[in-house]
């Protein structure tokens, strides 16, 4: 069974960029897919967007086009989610999940961004 | 965009009673729902995908059921470590979760 090991939490200023990293290990990186799910604090959980390495294949969800890219390197088995122009609304927990047909089946241990004013 | 409106949006039960959680989804997802559980500072876990079918290692307590717009995840008796959240996610447009039920201890 794939494990997904998330970089650490992040402090951020407005405008600026956050880079958040996803680990797999355990099972085959390349053929599943990764996907991004953010959780603002108390809040639900929103779709972001995810990549299919193999195919090297990306999608957004509206909301985020434009400012969030999601790359994969298959030589370490890592996916990242790169999400720019911050802001306060941005401040949230931040899960990568492994994706097959939009079923997130395993979940990283989750990045906490904070974004400051 | 798909609406999934879950309730109640909290649930007061003891364990050994039955739980019953509701989704109902804005335009038919078929089968194409899901369903999580996520306990306080933990990532979400994955109870039953494709409206029926229970995850790897998942409790035969926890049943998914429904199709097109009306969906129901049953706990037949509840456990101490089931009280969490639980969110439903479809899969037949671009992805998207219901609010949460809060399942609490009464």
């Known amino acids: 069974q794939v494990q997904l090991v998330q970089s650490g939490a992040e402090v951020k200023k407005s405008g600026s960029s956050v880079k958040v990293s996803c680990k797999a290990s355990?099972?085959?990186?390349?053929?599943?897919?990764i996907t991004w799910v953010r959780q603002a604090p108390g809040q639900g959980l929103e779709w972001m967007g995810g990549i299919i390495p193999i195919f090297g294949t990306e999608n957004y969800a509206q909301k985020f086009q434009g400012r969030v890219t999601i790359t994969a390197d298959e030589s370490t088995s890592t996916a990242y989610m790169e999400l720019s122009n911050l802001r306060s609304e941005d401040t949230a927990v931040y899960y990568c999940a492994r994706d097959y047909e939009h079923i997130a089946t395993e979940w990283g241990q989750g990045t906490l961004v904070t974004v400051s004013s | 965009e798909i609406v999934l409106t879950q309730s109640p949006a909290t649930l007061s039960l003891s364990p050994g009673e039955r739980a019953t959680l509701s989704c109902r989804a804005s335009?038919?997802?078929?089968?194409?729902l899901a369903w999580y559980q996520q306990k306080p500072g933990q990532a979400p876990r994955l109870l039953i995908y494709d409206g029926t079918n229970r995850a790897t290692g998942i409790p035969a307590r926890f049943s998914g059921s429904g199709s097109g717009t009306d969906f129901t995840l049953t706990i037949s008796s509840l456990e101490p470590e089931d009280f969490a959240v639980y969110y439903c996610q479809q899969r037949s447009n671009w992805p998207s979760f219901g609010q949460g039920t809060r399942l609490e201890i009464k």
């Open positions: 335009q038919s997802v078929s089968h194409y």
């Open positions: 355990g099972g085959t990186f390349s053929s599943h897919g």
